[in-house]
């Protein structure tokens, strides 16, 4: 029996997409940790589900995966149903690999049988496949060995390696690289998403770190309380998030408020365009600290105010830290005793107590109704 479930209709030359997700809803206890969840994940593409701990990105995953269910929605691969309410392909038949943080491999079995383990075909071609993996996780040289014989990063290496093993249409992966060290963190990371990418696999992986998001995928989905409430490429999401905690998650940012009058808002930096506002709002104006500029002090005076970057006001440097790349400056503003960020590439560090001026570059702000 093949059942077909109601997607909107797709006309017959699109492809559906590799992973359809309609109005997923989890609730405990009549809370709802997955509330009304969408997404599309087309072949090849890599869509990270990013949010802070208990946001509801694990259990998203393992209702994908079939090892929970969910109360409300529906789940489509290649356009055809695989879970609703009524109807559910138990998680071996849906062509999903998994990769979660609490992967286990068989204590009894060699890394080569662990991951030639679910392969089909000839001996040869299966031995040739779990060497190419092998090599692509740098864990060529331990074959023959044993689970218990690896440190706990190795094992990682291994259990991806035997997840990409037979070349599935969707992988989810719940934090799979978190036990990687630095140093191979990062190549085998972007090795086994090319691989993926490469078989066409749609991807669908949980992190709550921000740039790991932003380096692998494709289209992130923000999430908070069960709710994806920003999806789209990474650029758009740092560039223009939804809210102030959408800002907020992808650096350090700068918070200065105003009043809306006339579509603007006047500030210790100049005015700032608000346009679409009631006058009498109160904002948040917010931006990021590579978006202020600093200027020197020329006795007791700034840079001239310019339409770009407005009106310098001045803050005395509370304190100056190398972060490698960069360097992060605060201040103490005089106009009310906040404290703004500054980022300068490569060694800046001024004294603490240094008056200096700053500016915003105001192309660079967004402006958001004042919360609470
Ligand atoms: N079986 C369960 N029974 C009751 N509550 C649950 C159950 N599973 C998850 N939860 C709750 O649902 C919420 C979301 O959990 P989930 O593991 O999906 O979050 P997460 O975003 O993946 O977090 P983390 O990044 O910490 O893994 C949490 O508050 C968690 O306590």
């Known amino acids: 029996m093949e059942l077909i479930g109601n997607r909107l209709s797709q006309p017959a030359n699109i492809p559906a997409p590799r992973l359809e997700v309609q109005h997923l809803t989890r609730r405990f206890g009549g809370r709802a940790v997955v509330d009304d ?22 259990t998203t995953l393992r209702i994908i995966a079939g090892v929970d269910m969910q109360d409300e929605g529906k789940i489509f691969v290649d356009g055809k149903l695989i879970c609703d309410t009524l109807y559910r392909v138990p998680p071996e038949g849906r062509s999903i690999g998994l990769m979660f943080q609490d992967f286990a491999l068989f204590p009894h079995l060699s890394v080569a049988d662990n991951v030639g383990f679910g392969l089909k075909g000839a001996r040869g071609d299966k031995r040739a496949r779990v060497g190419e993996l092998l090599e692509r996780v740098a864990m060529s040289r331990y074959i023959d060995m044993y689970p218990h014989e690896l440190s706990g990063g190795e094992q990682q290496r291994v259990a991806l390696a035997r997840a990409l093993a037979p ?39 949980v ?38 905690a959408a800002a907020g998650f992808f650096s350090d940012v700068n918070v200065i408020g105003g009043r809306v009058q006339g579509a603007l808002t006047d500030t210790p930096f100049g005015a700032f365009l608000t346009p679409g506002l009631p006058d009498g709002t109160q904002v948040d104006i917010i931006f990021r600290p590579q978006h202020l500029k600093i200027d020197f002090d020329r006795n007791g005076r700034g840079p001239n105010p310019t339409p770009q970057d407005g009106t310098p006001a001045r803050g005395v440097v509370e304190r100056a830290r190398f972060l490698g790349r960069e360097s992060l400056v605060e201040f103490r503003m005089d106009f009310d005793g906040r404290v703004l960020k500054a980022s300068v590439p490569n060694v800046f560090l001024p004294r603490p107590g240094t008056p200096l001026w700053l500016t915003v570059r105001r192309d660079r702000c967004f402006v958001f109704p004042a919360q609470g």
Request: net charge negative; proline share 6%.
């Open 37 to 58: 969840v969408s997404l599309t994940i087309e072949p090849g593409q890599v869509t990270c589900l990013l949010g802070q701990s208990g946001c509801g990105k694990s």
């Open 207 to 244: 992190t709550h770190e921000p740039h790991e998001a932003m380096r692998m995928a494709d289209q992130i989905a923000l999430m908070r309380g069960g709710r994806i409430v920003q999806m789209g490429a990474p650029y758009n999401l740092y560039n223009a998030p939804v809210d102030r």
């Open 167 to 205: 070349k599935p249409r969707i992988m989810l992966m719940d934090e799979p690289f978190s036990g990687l060290d630095e140093r191979l963190r990062d190549g085998i990371r972007d090795e086994t998403l090319s691989l993926l990418k490469e078989a066409g696999a749609a991807v669908l992986l």
